[in-house]
């Protein structure tokens, strides 16, 4: 039979680096923002109907939609390099400096196309398309990226004349404000901009999207509990386990729309999650400023701020959510999703709110990437850095820990949380890696003499000494933050 499509898909590669090379988080909103709406499936149809070298390609409905991937179709018989360039000129007319892979194939449909000849080339795209290198010699630098050649200056905010490259222009000048923030003034007279996706998840709980969202990290910190500093903030960083695999399933499944009904239903739960992680971490007290900030939500990616003493409540409970919800996507045949089930791992990083947030991006990311090698990705796990203790190297006792370890355990943590800090710090003493043997027979002698014995059994039961010392090592690192 003669194939009826061409498909062509053009997305962001390493997308996550790409909206982290600025120094400031609203070039972090600004690029995720324009992202998702240049990939969206009306700024992609209006694209196909100005582009001539997009004449005869359609928006392909059997894709479904991600933030920072556009998909078409067309006649078989048309030339998909082509196509596929044009669309990477669109995309990068929106942020110059972005990189693009871009798949394509034949096939009666997308399922067909994508498990013949796309599948096999996502290692290896036939089109790599990367941002015009720097000029050289550049008379200057880019300020906010240091990675492109500064063409124009810009103010932001109380900031005036920062020379700026391309990308970094269009991240600030108009486009951060619109779609990204939009551009309406605080009740405070301050005129500061709030980012669009956190409008939509303060208006989803019932908050005013300007006046309850924290516009810094300062704001952010400040919204912790009477017990700490008030000057810490926690990154996290989120990521899908076997959503892949599940997408190659669904290849080999044969129903042309499922693909595009789960790609839809996987960025509704990821939104859903993050809403009630964030229900459950407001403050009982009246408090209004919402204690999280997002700043990536697309797909089965997410990366936000949290304050502090809540980042752990957050995480786990979005975890479970994601789990849990998308485990119950209507109309999905149970083989597909009980084969190995799709969730999500995620790597958390504590630090002073004045730490460089893309140094915390960068170090969340390291982290998950942890947790995941851990696992092997198959089950939802959370590696974590506590930087103001341990520097940006994590400790050679710290593991990641699943997330129904996490749940289990969150009785013994909270009654270990509830050990002074001192008594805490004379426990992390008592621990040497190299002697792991020696290590549990200290713990144990000390908890004995004052009849915490209770308080660390929970830690100190299962496996050889190197794993309980392992453990014990990482239940105190939790409960620096655990609340």
Same mark, same amino acid.
């Given at each position: 039979?003669?194939?009826?499509?061409?498909?062509?898909?053009?997305? !962001?590669?390493?997308?996550?680096? +790409?909206?982290?090379?600025?120094?400031?988080?609203?070039?972090?909103?600004?690029?995720?923002?324009?992202?998702?709406?240049?990939?969206?499936?009306?700024?992609?149809?209006?694209?196909?109907?100005?582009?001539?070298?997009?004449?005869?390609?359609?928006?392909?409905?059997?894709?479904?939609?991600?933030?920072?991937?556009?998909?078409?179709?067309?006649?078989?018989?048309?030339?998909?390099?082509?196509?596929?360039?044009?669309?990477?000129?669109?995309?990068?007319?929106?942020?110059?400096?972005?990189?693009?892979?871009?798949?394509?194939?034949?096939?009666?449909? +997308?399922?067909?196309? +994508?498990?013949?000849?796309?599948?096999?080339?996502?290692?290896?795209?036939?089109?790599?398309?990367?941002?015009?290198?720097?000029?050289?010699?550049?008379?200057?630098?880019?300020?906010?990226?240091?990675?492109?050649?500064?063409? @124009?200056?810009?103010?932001?905010?109380?900031?005036?004349?920062?020379?700026?490259?391309?990308?970094?222009?269009?991240?600030?000048?108009?486009?951060?404000?619109?779609?990204?923030?939009?551009?309406?003034?605080?009740?405070?007279?301050?005129?500061?901009?709030? +980012?669009?996706?956190?409008?939509?998840?303060?208006?989803?709980?019932?908050?005013?999207?300007?006046? @309850?969202?924290?516009?810094?990290?300062?704001?952010? !910190?400040?919204?912790?509990?009477?017990?700490?500093?008030?000057?810490?903030?926690?990154?996290?960083?989120?990521?899908?386990?076997?959503?892949?695999?599940?997408?190659?399933?669904?290849?080999?499944?044969?129903?042309?729309?499922?693909?595009?009904?789960?790609?839809? !239903?996987?960025?509704?739960?990821?939104?859903?999650?993050?809403?009630?992680?964030?229900?459950?971490?407001?403050?009982e007290d009246g408090e209004q400023s919402l204690p999280v900030i997002p700043h990536v939500v697309g797909g089965d990616d997410l990366v936000v701020s949290v304050v502090a003493d809540r980042a752990w409540r957050f995480t786990v409970t979005y975890l479970d959510e994601f789990r849990r919800r998308l485990r119950s996507i209507p109309g999905v045949p149970g083989e597909l999703l009980s084969a190995v089930p799709p969730t999500a791992s995620a790597g958390l990083v504590f630090s002073h709110c004045k730490f460089p947030f893309r140094r915390a991006a960068e170090l969340a990311d390291e982290r998950l990437r942890a947790a995941k090698r851990q696992f092997c990705?198959?089950?939802?796990?959370?590696?974590?850095?506590?930087?103001?203790?341990?520097?940006?190297?994590?400790?050679?006792?710290?593991?990641?820990?699943?997330?129904? @370890?996490?749940?289990?355990?969150?009785?013994?943590?909270?009654?270990?949380?509830?050990?002074?800090?001192?008594?805490?710090?004379?426990?992390?003493?008592?621990?040497?890696?190299?002697?792991?043997?020696?290590?549990?027979?200290?713990?144990?002698?000390?908890?004995?003499?004052?009849?915490?014995?209770?308080?660390?059994?929970?830690?100190?039961?299962?496996?050889?000494?190197?794993?309980?010392?392992?453990?014990?090592?990482?239940?105190?690192?939790?409960?620096?933050?655990?609340?």
């Amino acid at each position: 039979m003669t194939a009826r499509w061409m498909y062509v898909d053009v997305g !962001a590669a390493r997308i996550q680096r +790409y909206i982290g090379r600025t120094r400031r988080l609203k070039g972090h909103r600004g690029a995720s923002s324009w992202l998702s709406l240049a990939t969206s499936h009306d700024e992609l149809t209006e694209a196909i109907r100005i582009r001539s070298a997009l004449s005869g390609a359609e928006v392909n409905p059997e894709a479904g939609e991600a933030d920072g991937v556009v998909s078409v179709r067309l006649p078989a018989d048309r030339d998909p390099q082509s196509v596929a360039e044009e669309l990477a000129a669109f995309l990068r007319s929106v942020l110059p400096a972005i990189e693009l892979s871009a798949l394509w194939g034949v096939g009666d449909s +997308y399922l067909e196309a +994508y498990r013949d000849h796309m599948k096999p080339r996502r290692d290896d795209p036939p089109l790599h398309s990367l941002s015009p290198p720097m000029d050289f010699p550049a008379l200057a630098s880019c300020a906010e990226c240091r990675a492109g050649s500064a063409v @124009d200056q810009i103010d932001i905010h109380e900031e005036t004349g920062i020379p700026v490259c391309l990308d970094c222009l269009a991240r600030y000048t108009d486009r951060y404000r619109r779609p990204g923030l939009a551009a309406q003034p605080r009740p405070d007279g301050s005129g500061l901009p709030v +980012y669009r996706e956190e409008a939509e998840l303060a208006g989803d709980l019932g908050r005013v999207p300007i006046a @309850d969202t924290a516009q810094d990290f300062n704001e952010l !910190a400040a919204l912790a509990g009477p017990d700490t500093q008030r000057n810490h903030v926690a990154t996290v960083y989120v990521d899908g386990n076997t959503i892949g695999a599940l997408f190659d399933r669904i290849a080999e499944h044969g129903d042309p729309g499922l693909k595009a009904r789960i790609s839809s !239903a996987v960025s509704r739960v990821a939104r859903e999650a993050l809403r009630e992680a964030t229900r459950v971490v407001l403050s009982e007290d009246g408090e209004q400023s919402l204690p999280v900030i997002p700043h990536v939500v697309g797909g089965d990616d997410l990366v936000v701020s949290v304050v502090a003493d809540r980042a752990w409540r957050f995480t786990v409970t979005y975890l479970d959510e994601f789990r849990r919800r998308l485990r119950s996507i209507p109309g999905v045949p149970g083989e597909l999703l009980s084969a190995v089930p799709p969730t999500a791992s995620a790597g958390l990083v504590f630090s002073h709110c004045k730490f460089p947030f893309r140094r915390a991006a960068e170090l969340a990311d390291e982290r998950l990437r942890a947790a995941k090698r851990q696992f092997c990705g198959v089950v939802p796990a959370v590696a974590w850095l506590d930087v103001t203790r341990d520097g940006e190297h994590p400790p050679a006792t710290l593991r990641a820990w699943s997330l129904d @370890d996490l749940i289990e355990l969150d009785g013994p943590l909270r009654t270990l949380t509830g050990v002074e800090r001192s008594g805490r710090a004379v426990l992390e003493r008592l621990i040497d890696p190299g002697r792991p043997v020696v290590s549990v027979a200290r713990l144990q002698d000390h908890a004995r003499r004052l009849e915490r014995s209770k308080v660390l059994e929970p830690f100190l039961t299962d496996g050889d000494p190197e794993a309980r010392t392992t453990r014990m090592a990482g239940a105190l690192s939790v409960a620096r933050w655990w609340r």
